[in-house]
Nanobody, 119 residues
Framework: QVQLVESGGGLVQAGGSLRLSCAAS????????MGWFRQAPGKEREFVAI????????YYADTVQGRFTISGDNAKNMVYLQMNSQKPEDTAVYYC????????????WGQGTQVTVSS
């Protein structure tokens, strides 16, 4: 059974940093892509960042480019999201998700972790 468990959320002041972690289990993730998404109150879920395990390639939403960094530890099946220079608009529930590389649909999601950025 595939499980994704996020941790590391919390309250931070604007300009501060947090690092989110996603512990993945139940599949061999080397042939998958791992993404981070977020959903703010009253808004649709939006893409934040993705890492492709096989190539190490990373991609970011324009809103977080240059402030957030996604990384992974293949041996530990861990994915991280380092969030720097945070803004109040980064406040959201953050989710990690996985999908087979080359396919558009994410098939497993974590339960989410709350990030609140105060002004």
């Amino acid at each position: 059974q595939v499980q994704l468990v996020e941790s590391g959320g919390g309250l931070v002041q604007a300009g501060g940093s947090l690092r989110l972690s996603c512990a993945a289990s139940g599949r061999t993730f080397s042939s998958y892509a791992m993404g981070w998404f977020r959903q703010a109150p009253g808004k649709e879920r939006e893409f934040v960042a993705i890492i492709i395990w096989s190539s190490g390639g990373t991609y970011y939403a324009d809103t977080v480019q240059g402030r957030f960094t996604i990384s992974g530890d293949n041996a530990k099946n861990m994915v991280y999201l380092q969030m720097n220079s945070q803004k109040p608009e980064d406040t959201a529930v953050y989710y990690c998700a996985s999908r087979p590389a080359g396919k558009p649909t994410y098939d497993y999601w974590g339960q989410g972790t709350q990030v609140t950025v105060s002004s």
